[in-house]
């Protein structure tokens, strides 16, 4: 591509836990990163974030604007642990909790898109009980989203409740919201297409219209998780070159910290794997 037109941020999992925001910041930017990518996993450490005071919201605002790199999205996979469709009340409570927590957070950082986990359950059995309730969670999580202005975007999954782009729009357009949209990971949906039998390309398409952004994840068939870029199966030129077809401009590169002893060079690495994939598009 001659031109950039879009933005690649850094999934803040590619860096160890013990590094401040600064220092977070400071090696996306070094290494050419747009933006950074927030997690708030199922871990106390991470679900206390949501809770931070305002003093500490200023704080890291400050960093993003001293080093010239915002966090623009929001990897919310507490919900593995607290999904919406959980058959305990008490969980399906702190789910929302969670959900409201995360929607005012992205708020006050100027976070614009949170990517939801696509589970009614993960550690629990899933049936026709926790889909339906996880659904009137889902009405509830756009509705807090909607009034502030922030967008809830599904991720494809590894579990058969949500892997593909195709079962993520049927609650995109059941629940009807420009709020509630998709946020495919390139490298489960191929994972999918391999299970089924069926064209990734033609699934990533099914969401046009509704894509807010796209993970760029390397993956094998059954393997979901720190596959370096290049030993995998995922197309990403296709994935990409297809996804920009679709008018989508944000991208983030997910991939995991594995005690790295030069951890800038090894992001670099990976940066520059997919920025050649771009480079290589007409």
Not at 135 to 162: D, N, P, Q, R, W
Request: aromatic share 10%; proline share 4%; charged share 25%.
């Amino acid at each position: 591509m001659d031109k950039k037109n879009y933005q690649i941020g850094l999934y803040e999992k590619a860096m160890p836990p013990g590094l401040s925001w600064e220092e977070k910041l400071q090696i996306a930017k070094a290494v050419g990163y747009d933006f950074l990518e927030l997690s708030i996993d199922e871990t106390d450490e991470k679900l206390h974030r949501l809770k931070i005071s305002w003093a500490e919201r200023f704080a890291l605002l400050k960093a993003m604007y001293d080093t010239q790199i915002p966090i623009r999205t929001m990897c919310l996979s507490g919900h593995r642990k607290y999904p919406l469709g959980s058959e305990d009340p008490r969980i399906r409570s702190r789910s929302l909790e969670i959900m409201e927590d995360a929607v005012n957070l992205a708020d006050a950082l100027g976070i614009r898109i949170i990517q939801l986990a696509g589970y009614d359950e993960y550690y629990g059995e899933s049936n026709e009980r926790t889909k339906a309730l996880f659904y009137e969670g889902l009405v509830h999580a756009v509705e807090m989203a909607s009034a502030k202005g922030v967008i809830l975007a599904f991720e494809t999954m590894e579990t058969e409740f949500m892997n593909t782009v195709h079962k993520v729009m049927d609650y995109v357009l059941r629940i009807n919201s420009p709020y509630l949209q998709v946020y495919p990971d390139c490298g489960n949906i191929t994972n999918a297409a391999k299970t089924y039998g069926t064209d990734v390309l033609a699934d990533l398409r099914s969401g046009a219209g509704h894509i807010a952004a796209v993970h760029l994840k390397e993956t094998l068939p059954g393997k979901f998780r720190e596959i370096p870029y290049g030993t995998g199966h995922v197309n990403f030129e296709a994935c990409i070159e297809t996804a920009l077809n679709l008018k989508v401009r944000l991208f983030v590169t997910e991939f995991w910290y594995t005690r790295e002893t030069d951890l800038t060079r090894t992001i670099q690495i990976s940066k520059d794997f997919i920025d050649r994939k771009f480079s290589s598009l007409p």
